[in-house]
């Protein structure tokens, strides 16, 4: 993919490793390149059902890169940054959230700026005890983006969200989870092997159930019950017609595993 990313494809999990040890990861447009070329080879191999998302050393993603915004200023220009989220940030955003396979996030060090709010667009957010959330932005005069503004209030309700987005403070991992923010705060040494038990589950787990579920909850936010209700029917009508489901059902009554292919027909 190129040297600010590794990328793995290993028994149905893609693994994506952001690379820039010595800037905590931070967003380069080289390195969101490579991360929407990931994200593109994912989307087309469908042998891939589950995904990982990391960072190299002692960070996950401290944001946007401020070493390149210098470079703009010290060259006369300036900072804009409706563009870059509008031709980066939101379109990674908007494909983690439509991607059809469950994404892993695995913080492994602080997660600042878009670098958090990208960590808690991923489905599933597992952080190493010693690892923070930070919105970092008022502290250089930003707002928060990458839709930290929708989901904070939301998980967090307006309190916590209102005062993490003001102040810039720390929120350690422990915090997040017991918050609510995040699924789980594990022991530093435990985190990668936690993620990739996840990610093996999830690449034998019914793929297309999945997705739909995702789906689901993602819209639930805009949705009253009755509108909810129907979504459900529609994605419980194609869900069963999988061949997950028929074999699901055999299974169990077998008294078996299952033996799930992630595939829509046969
Ligand atoms: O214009 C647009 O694109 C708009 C979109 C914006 C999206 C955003 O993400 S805005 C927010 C940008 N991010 C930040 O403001 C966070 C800046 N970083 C920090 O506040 C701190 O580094 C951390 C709290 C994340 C971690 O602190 P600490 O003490 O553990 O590490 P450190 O010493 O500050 O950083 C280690 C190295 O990484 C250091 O480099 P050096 O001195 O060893 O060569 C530091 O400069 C570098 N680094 C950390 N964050 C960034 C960075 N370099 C460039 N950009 C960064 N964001």
Same mark, same amino acid.
């Given at each position: ?13 893609? !693994?994506? /490793?952001?690379? #820039? ?6 967003? /380069? ?14 989307? $087309? ?9 990391? +960072? ?19 060259? $006369? ?9 509008? !031709? ?5 955003? #908007? ?13 492994? +060090? ?37 839709? $930290? !503004? ?11 969200? #209102?005062?993490?987005?003001? /102040? ?38 019914? !793929?297309?159930?999945?997705?739909? %579920? ?12 009755? /509108? ?32 799930? %292919? ?5």
């Amino acid at each position: 993919m190129g040297d600010n990313l590794l990328f793995e494809r290993a028994d149905g999990v893609a !693994t994506i /490793t952001l690379n #820039r040890p010595d800037k905590l990861n931070a967003f /380069t447009t080289e390195l969101h390149r490579e991360l929407a070329a990931a994200l593109d080879a994912i989307e $087309g191999d469908g042998s891939i059902r589950a995904v990982l998302l990391t +960072g190299a050393g002692r960070g996950f993603c401290a944001g946007q890169d401020l070493g390149e915004r210098a470079a703009v200023m010290a060259a $006369g220009g300036k900072i804009e940054g409706g563009k870059a989220l509008e !031709t980066w940030y939101n379109p990674l955003v #908007r494909r983690l959230r439509r991607l059809e396979k469950p994404v892993v996030c695995a913080v492994n +060090g602080v997660a600042a700026g878009a670098g958090a709010n990208i960590a808690l667009a991923c489905d599933i957010v597992l952080a190493a005890r010693s690892a923070s959330f930070v919105q970092a932005f008022a502290k250089i005069g930003l707002v928060p983006d990458c839709g $930290g !503004t929708w989901i904070l209030p939301r998980l967090l309700g307006p309190a916590r969200a #209102r005062a993490l987005a003001l /102040t810039g403070e720390p929120l350690p991992a422990e915090k997040a989870e017991a918050w609510g923010l995040i699924w789980r705060a594990v022991d530093d040494a435990a985190l990668m092997s936690e993620a990739h038990g996840l990610c093996a589950a999830f690449a034998a787990a019914p !793929t297309v159930a999945l997705a739909l %579920t995702k789906r689901l909850i993602d819209e639930s936010w805009g949705n009253d019950l009755d /509108t909810q209700l129907d979504l459900e029917r529609e994605s419980q009508r194609e869900a069963s017609l999988t061949p997950d489901c028929a074999e699901g059902v055999r299974a169990f009554l077998g008294k078996r595993p299952p033996v799930f %292919t992630g595939r829509r027909g046969l």
